[in-house]
């Protein structure tokens, strides 16, 4: 059964950093388009950034543009967020998702995603 698996969130003051780590099991990452999106408390899921299968394409949010960065290595079957210059809006629960069949391409939209992980809490407070 395919599942993926977030980690890597905390609390961390503004200006912080913070890696987030996607693991995937039951399935080979390196075929899959892998998004970031994150839900904060009364608030719809939002994108945040996405890779191709082959890291040749990347795609992010205005929101964190030039602050998160969005890798991958298939090798050990993970995707990362690499998250710089945390915000108090940054606050969020984050997930990670797959879509059925892969995808065809890199795209932040909700609704092109299938497989999600259960999300890990990310706080940025003072």
């Known amino acids: 059964q395919l599942q993926l698996v977030e980690s890597g969130g905390g609390l961390v003051q503004p200006g912080g950093s913070l890696r987030l780590s996607c693991a995937a099991s039951g399935f080979t990452l390196d075929s899959y388009i892998i998004g970031w999106f994150r839900q904060a408390p009364g608030k719809e899921r939002e994108g945040v950034s996405c890779?191709?299968?082959?890291?040749?394409?990347?795609n992010y949010a205005d929101s964190v543009k030039g602050r998160f960065t969005i890798s991958r290595d298939n090798i050990k079957n993970t995707v990362y967020l690499e998250m710089n210059s945390l915000k108090p809006d940054d606050t969020a629960v984050y997930y990670c998702a797959a879509p059925f069949l892969g995808g065809s391409r890199c795209s932040i939209s909700r609704y092109e995603y299938g497989y999600w992980g259960q999300g890990t809490q990310v706080t940025v407070s003072s």
């Open positions: 890779i191709s299968s082959n890291s040749g394409r990347t």
